[in-house]
Each structure stands twice: as C-alpha cells, then as structure tokens.
C-alpha cells in the first residue's frame, strides 16, 4: 500500500500510510518546552539544566508510544499530599529518561518540581470542567490536564503540564 504525503508550501498537511490518512504529527520542539520552561519557573544557569534534563525525560517518554501527562509544579510536595488520596505518593525521588519510563505505564500523571523531584505518580489530576476551559476536539487526557493547570493557576501555583498522546504529540500547557 506504501506511504505518501500531500505538501503546501513545504509544509507536509496530510500523510498516508497503508491505506490510512492520517494528520501528520509535529515533532517534540525542546526549544519550545524550554521556553516555557523558563517562562514558568525563570531563566538562570539552575533552571537551564533542568529544562534540559526534562527535555530529554520528555523525549524518552514519547518514544514509549503511552500517553502521559507530566506535571511541573513548585508546589508539587504539598500538591502531592492534597492528592494523595488519588494518587500514588512516593519518597522523592528524582526523575530521569529509564525511570519515566516504569512511572508513565501507571494510568495518570506523574508529579515533581522544577528540579526533578517527583512525590507522585498514577495522579488522577482535578480540575473545574467549565465551557471556558478545554476543548471537545481534544481526547481526557488533554482536557483533564488543561482544567488542572487552569485550577491551580487560579489558585496561584507556577506549573507547566506537558502532555503527551499516544500517538507522539506533544503539548505543552503553561
């Protein structure tokens, strides 16, 4: 059946393969989550490598072909004790690309800091479902993590979610 690709202006707008169209997916951009990164929790020689170091837990993440939702919160401790009763809390410990790959095969979020501190993973993640907030042209997971991170902003926490489908797309929501 074969591969093929449909392109406007250079740009790939629909791939198929094997008989199946489908939208083609866009790369994890490092640049991007590292913007928002620094965006959230500042720019300083500390803060760069972490963001590197999650930019790679981010790409190990998406080559398990799983789905995940990983939370960034500088208040992830006490987040971690609020949710305990929906989640599964843990001695810190800190994250890295072999042991995300065990936490994401846990339905749920996996929550740490800003400095690879993670106190819990399989987090199911509240939030206020509202008109304003999601969209039905996106899956749960995508929503769930966007009313979260809309709740907590409300309520004053600095955090970014990086969601990651199953099929390899990447979002970051800050």
């Known amino acids: 059946m074969g591969k093929w690709a449909f392109y406007l202006d250079d740009n790939c707008i629909l791939e198929y393969e094997n008989g199946i169209p489908h939208l083609p997916k866009p790369e994890f951009s490092t640049e991007i989550f590292k913007n928002s990164f620094f965006e959230c929790f500042g720019k300083t020689e500390s803060t760069e490598n972490y963001a590197e170091k999650y930019s790679d837990i981010i790409e190990s993440a998406v080559k398990e072909q799983n789905g995940a939702i990983i939370v960034i919160n500088s208040n992830a401790k006490d987040e971690a004790q609020r949710l305990s009763k929906q989640s599964t ?86």
């Open 89 to 174: 809390c843990i001695n810190t410990k800190k994250l890295d690309k072999n042991n995300i790959k065990a936490l994401i095969k846990i339905d749920g979020a996996v929550l740490a800091d800003q400095e690879l501190n993670c106190y819990s993973f399989g987090v199911i993640l509240d939030g206020i479902a509202s008109c304003e907030v999601g969209t039905p042209a996106r899956g749960s997971r995508y929503n769930s993590s966007y009313r979260y991170w809309y709740t907590r902003k409300e309520e004053g926490d600095k955090l970014l979610l990086v969601v990651i489908s199953d099929d390899g797309m990447v979002d970051v929501i800050k």
